[in-house]
């Protein structure tokens, strides 16, 4: 089980890692600094095992692949969102942070509530329900499950 | 059944008939690093335990949000990133001529029918000389280095058609704006915008590049322009009978296609802090302002300069109102020195500044402050992004903007 963390929809990668921080140079150093400007005090909150939860269009704007980086730095276990920017959701398979795409959980969750995630059988659990998650394509969940695409283009090797 | 040009583009590059949603390796044509980035590139370079480019000659790394350096931290990315040019034989790099997606076409690297990625989300500007290009992450772009390959899916596609004559001051921006507005930040996630119809065909392969570089803000994977001869001269090419039939096919299938009537189109602006916060500027004349800009690879070309002059002629800008005009590139730096476009900009009391992402990335030349408000010609109005998170940016056309930097307020242009 761990803590949800909601967010809203269209949060873009600016709030998830701001520019100034993206040129330090390793994503430890930048990791305290995770959504400062919608709230300061997550990176101090959150736990390892812990998850976001957001609305539509997660991770929208820059390339920037600190987005997904500072938040698999946190020891956040998973982003499950209605739906994803399509690099944001493309950078975080490749670095091995799971992305899940569940239309439900959103509505029928509050911040600081628990879940546990069922990864394998794509369930999700939470107040006493359980929500169904979709697939990743074969392609994704194959470099997901090798621990993102340095480890999966290693072992190809 | 037909297909449409990414189809098309895809298909050639795969040998296959493609269609949206199969999964298929692509071999890369171009890719695109810029500075911010190359550090991380390198490190996830040989972490992966590659030795050599694929191809050298087919990688551009090209220093713009950081030149010149407005911290002693930035440095080290120049550092880097020469280290990285030297050891791997990398052949085409630019340290101070511009912004990475005007030089990937103005400087030849990118042509009609080719796939470029950058690590940058703004790649999909290419789309303007018909081809495919979109953004990724740094891991990604060392996979490509030392591939040359990369997996994608075929996208669907949306239909966009701009028929008729733009109204004077309606530009490009304000097509892009309208459209983003329309389809919502995240209306074309995953899908690829096909634009066409006689507005389109009218405008320069400047204006599509606003098209094609703001496509990103709806959530898109690429946007695409039909090449033709305003392509071919912008290339310096005779185009092919196979880049003249990138075009969409009467049966092509469409996930969704739009229609607007060019003459409908007012100026727009999407206001804080959201770019697909749209509305038209005549509902938000007199908004008092602090400082207009410019510039940037959404509209920094001479065009938009030449248009900003125009407006600005025999008029000052409003005390207590800073404008900031950052040329796309050297080039245009130049042909704007030379046709007498700065000299008129710098008499109406404009900054003009190197070529470079200045204030677009927000990191240096002009940062604001809470509270104040800036009108601005890029492509992102998010919280933060030209200074602080209580800063209001309204994006507009270079039209739009140059009115409101002379009025001290918002007003149509």
Not at chain 1, 31 to 36: D, G, N
Not at chain 2, 325 to 348: F, Q, W
């Amino acid at each position: 089980m761990g803590k949800i963390f909601r967010f809203h929809s269209d949060v873009d990668t600016d709030q998830i890692i701001a520019s100034q921080y993206i040129l330090f140079p390793t994503i430890d150093e930048m990791k305290t600094y995770a959504f400062e400007s919608l709230d300061p005090t997550f990176a101090s909150r959150v736990q390892p095992g812990d998850f976001i939860v957001a609305c539509e269009n997660f991770g929208c704007g820059s390339s920037r692949e600190q987005a997904p980086g500072v938040l698999k730095a946190l020891g956040v276990k998973a982003v499950i969102a209605k739906s994803f920017a399509r690099i944001f959701y493309r950078n975080a398979i490749n670095i091995g942070l799971p992305v899940i795409v569940c239309k439900e959980l959103y509505d029928q969750v509050a911040d600081q509530d628990h879940m546990e995630l069922l990864m394998q059988e794509g369930l999700i659990r939470a107040n006493g329900q359980t929500f169904t998650c979709t697939k990743l394509p074969d392609q994704m969940q194959r470099i997901l499950d090798q621990g993102g695409l340095i480890a999966s283009l290693n072992k190809e090797d | 059944m037909g297909h449409t040009i990414i189809e098309k583009i895809i298909g050639r590059n795969t040998g296959k008939d493609v269609k949206p949603g199969d999964i298929v390796t692509v071999n890369v044509d171009r890719v695109m690093i810029h500075d911010i980035f190359i550090p991380f590139v390198a490190d996830k370079f040989e972490e992966m335990g590659f030795t050599e480019l694929w191809d050298p000659d087919k990688v551009v790394l090209i220093y713009d949000h950081l030149v010149p350096a407005s911290q002693v931290d930035d440095t080290r990315h120049f550092r880097t990133g020469n280290a990285f040019v030297k050891k791997y034989g990398l052949k085409n790099i630019h340290r101070s001529d511009g912004i990475c997606h005007q030089l990937m076409t103005e400087a030849g690297y990118v042509k009609p029918g080719h796939i470029a990625f950058g690590t940058d989300s703004h790649t999909t500007t290419y789309g303007c000389v018909g081809a495919f290009s979109s953004g990724i992450g740094y891991t990604e772009m060392a996979s490509v280095l030392g591939t040359g390959q990369m997996w994608i899916k075929v996208p669907e596609t949306i239909k966009i058609t701009v028929n008729g004559k733009l109204p004077e001051h309606v530009t490009s921006k304000d097509v892009i704006l309208r459209l983003i507005g329309d389809l919502g930040a995240d209306g074309a996630t995953y899908q690829a915008l096909e634009f066409t119809g006689t507005a389109i065909e009218a405008m320069s392969v400047a204006s599509r590049m606003t098209i094609a570089n703001m496509a990103i803000e709806a959530g898109a994977k690429c946007a695409v322009f039909t090449p033709d001869e305003k392509t071919a001269d912008y290339c310096g090419i005779t185009l092919t009978d196979a880049e003249r039939s990138l075009k969409g096919d009467p049966d092509a299938g469409y996930v969704r296609e739009i229609c607007y009537e060019a003459s409908d189109l007012v100026p727009v602006m999407a206001c804080p802090s959201q770019v697909d916060n749209i509305r038209p500027v005549r509902e938000l004349v007199g908004v008092s302002i602090d400082q207009v800009f410019i510039g940037s690879c959404t509209n920094g070309r001479l065009e938009d300069l030449q248009c900003a002059a125009a407006i600005l002629k025999g008029k000052k800008v409003a005390p207590f109102v800073k404008l900031i005009v950052t040329p796309a590139s050297r080039k245009i730096y130049r042909e704007a020195m030379a046709d007498g476009t700065l000299a008129a900009l710098s008499e109406a009391g404009a900054i003009i500044t190197h070529p470079g992402c200045g204030l677009c990335c927000g990191r240096a030349g002009g940062i604001l402050t809470d509270g104040e408000r800036v009108v601005a010609t890029n492509n992102r109005n998010f919280l933060g992004r030209m200074g602080t998170s209580k800063v209001e940016i309204y994006l507009a056309s270079p039209a739009t903007a140059a009115a409101c930097a002379a009025a001290g307020k918002i007003v149509e242009p």
